[in-house]
């Protein structure tokens, strides 16, 4: 199979498939389209929660999981309250890493006012990169619908920047080598780039405002996840591709080496389809966030791309962007002898 998540015809045929056994405490349906679980536990909230993996040599990769498990679960209607953690390290990792990565992990949920539940980690002779797993739970006070999707005729808005997370995990891993080719400067704000994984706030706003549906950008990019969103929904988009905000150290990294920023990864970049996509955006931009609408829901079934005088339609989700040159890194490690 393909590097990166299976695609939606796989996880339909091979894993949702096998799925039969149902319990009245289960509040929603796996699909293809659900990033969360929950449970209704008697007597008192619902419980929300959802896990993600992410892999890497920086120390600060186990953020990046962080924020797309915590995400997920405020985008599903709950407000997050921890995470579960397990770290998983190559054996010729040192100790220092594992405490360097703990330590990334607890400034980002001091800052968002999480608690890292459980922490855990164990040395692998099975991979050659650590990968991080988190589990994060919350609480909602209301109901939430079984189902969150799009409807036909919503405005569609962009919430953060195209491929932020791909790049800053390129960049991560890339570093002695982007040191050499960028100034200082360049590679601090890269860094600072950090602070926008966590969109609590965008969530938030999001749902105050009546959005039916807020996704993740995840695997595949935005491109990935408009087709996905549309699929859960059987609906058709038009979406212009001109209005959706790239950080120049986006364009540039990307560039270096040779990738499509539109198929990247871009944990706390979100896809909100709503009523009145403009008030939106207008809410978000006095709150100091980046935000535009970039296209609308239709009734049809195509799902059309414009840029400027070109219009084509969208193709079904291609392989992640960071998983294929991730690829090339770990082949030219070994060939150096470095793993």
Not at 29 to 48: D, F, L, N, Q, Y
Not at 70 to 78: E, F, H, L, M, Q
Not at 109 to 118: D, S
Not at 259 to 271: A, H, R
């Amino acid at each position: 199979m393909k590097i990166g998540n299976v695609s939606g015809t796989v996880l339909k045929r091979s894993i949702l498939k096998q799925l039969h056994t149902v319990r009245d405490e289960s509040m929603f349906e796996p699909a293809s389209e659900e990033m969360c679980a929950g449970i209704r536990v008697k007597e008192s909230a619902p419980v929300i929660f959802s896990g993600t993996s992410v892999y890497g040599s920086a120390k600060s990769i186990g953020i990046f999981a962080m924020a797309r498990a915590v995400n997920d679960i405020a985008a599903r209607g709950a407000d997050p309250i921890g995470v579960d953690v397990q770290i998983q390290l190559p054996p010729y990792a040192y100790e220092s890493r594992l405490k360097a990565m703990v330590e990334w992990m607890e400034q980002a949920a001091e800052r968002q006012n999480l608690q890292i539940l459980c922490a855990k980690a164990e040395v692998s002779p099975a991979i050659c990169e650590a990968i991080v797993h988190v589990n994060a739970v919350g609480t909602a006070e209301e109901e939430i619908p079984q189902k969150m999707v799009a409807e036909a005729g919503q405005d569609i808005v962009l919430a953060g920047w195209i491929g932020l997370e791909g790049m800053l995990r390129v960049a991560g891993r890339k570093e002695e080598e982007l040191a050499k080719r960028f100034v200082p400067a360049f590679l601090n704000r890269i860094k600072g780039m950090e602070q926008e994984l966590f969109a609590l706030e965008q969530i938030w706003t999001a749902r105050e405002h009546g959005a039916s549906a807020i996704y993740q950008i995840g695997p595949g990019g935005i491109l990935a996840t408009l087709w996905e969103a549309a699929e859960a929904a059987d609906v058709g988009l038009e979406a212009d591709m001109k209005k959706m905000s790239i950080q120049q150290e986006t364009v540039e990294i990307c560039e270096y080496f040779r990738l499509n920023p539109y198929q990247m990864t871009s944990v706390g970049s979100l896809l909100i389809f709503t009523q009145n996509g403009e008030a939106l955006v207008q809410k978000l931009q006095e709150a100091g966030k980046q935000a535009a609408v970039i296209g609308h829901t239709t009734n049809r079934k195509e799902r059309v791309l414009s840029g400027g005088s070109e219009r084509r339609f969208l193709d079904r989700p291609q392989p992640d962007e960071l998983a294929r040159i991730y690829e090339s890194f770990i082949e030219q490690d070994r060939k150096e002898g470095k793993v």
